[in-house]
């Protein structure tokens, strides 16, 4: 079995800190199959599970010896490994698409076709497709190298086709038929892969524009347009999905929990009536489907077993990696220094703020934007505030970083006035927190 570097699947594990990572990309399955995952988690790996911001779920702690008979366990509770680039889908079309496009069946014949094609399995690994038919449960904050979004129109459901790294103020999407998608998706990535396995789309456009894509379509192009933005996805809740059935989107907190947890909070879906799970962006679980009460209840026990029920729970402001010494890079626990910030800095999680605590320089995991990335070091923690940049840095011993915070915090508090919130004060309560030099005294 081959171990990849970076971006690993099922059968092409990842070397970490401690052992192996496997990860399974967003899919909906059967509850049943998620509860023997867990169950070859804890046999075959430490027990320890991770959905990552877009929306994989990763199984750490495996070993060399158990790797082939947990992918064994998970083949046979019917998880599949993708060949070529990962297709994803967002769940439950809104409006009229919902009886016209049936975004499922469209990605498996995206991926059986791939499967046929030789020059798939040497695209860019971490290479991605998204179908969208315009789900209110979007995808809109996380790139791919192609998304293919379905709009309605007084012709029918059409395509419009958006390339990563196109980033004019109003990119140009072309507009095919729907009936076009998966010839449109093979002849585009085809075209990539005659660039090598290096290579990402972005990288074409960015030296060469999006036009080179744009005349592989032909007289499949309709027009030029702009899909209308949305509104910001908010996974966590209630979301109803048809006549009288419901899912129920849970947070991970942090994004990591234990085999245990995740089996509990399972079991519980399973005696609500629940059918299949979807792991999902921003560390999220979506479970479906429930009627009213069923979900309501279920919901309010998630929250019981200490998982994230609200979208506004101050942990979603919070984002981390695995950090050490899980991480072999990893120079510093993240996860704890995590729970020291929810402890005792309210006030820096008021919702104005994102925060992300990375183990190393690598920042994986880091959502764009970020307000303040604590940065791990050989000799202690950087501080980072804003963009790179215009970003300002600070120094900080491992010693310092909790008080440091802790005071920029309480500063905070004592600082903003009504309607002010902790990123309208956040430089200057760094300022006035900031330790007297003694230097030349």
Known sequence: MKVRGRCPRLLEPMETGDGLLVRIPSRAVHLCAWAHMCRAARAYGNGTLEITRRGSLQIRGITTHSVSALVDELMRAGFEEPVGPIVLTTPWPDGDLASEIDTEAIAAELRADLRRQSWATSL?????????????LHFDAITFDLRLRFLKTDRGPMLT????????PRPAQ?????ADTVSVARDLL????L?????????????EGPEVFWSLLGDRVVAATTPPSRTRAQPIGLHRIGEQTYAVGIGIPLGSMSADAFERLIDTATKAQAESLRPWERHTALFSSFDRGAAE????EAGRLGFIVRDDDPYRNITTCVGSPACSRGQMQTRELCQSIRRTSPSLLDGSLTIHVAGCDKACGKPTPTTITLTGMEDGCELTIGAQE?????????????KR????????????RDHQQACDVLALAIEETRPISHEGK
């Open 390 to 402: 215009d970003a300002r840095r600070e120094h900080w011993t491992a010693l310092e970083v909790p």
């Open 297 to 300: 209840a279920f919901q309010a």
């Open 190 to 193: 085809a075209f990539l892969s």
């Open 124 to 136: 860019h690994p971490k290479t991605s497709i998204l179908i969208d038919a315009g789900s209110s």
């Open 405 to 416: 915070l802790r005071q920029i915090s309480e500063k905070i508090e004592l600082m903003r």
């Open 161 to 168: 086709i958006t390339l990563e790294g196109d980033d004019a």
């Open 195 to 207: 660039r090598g396995s290096t290579v990402r789309i972005r990288d074409i456009v960015e030296m």
């Open 174 to 178: 072309m507009v095919v038929s729907a």
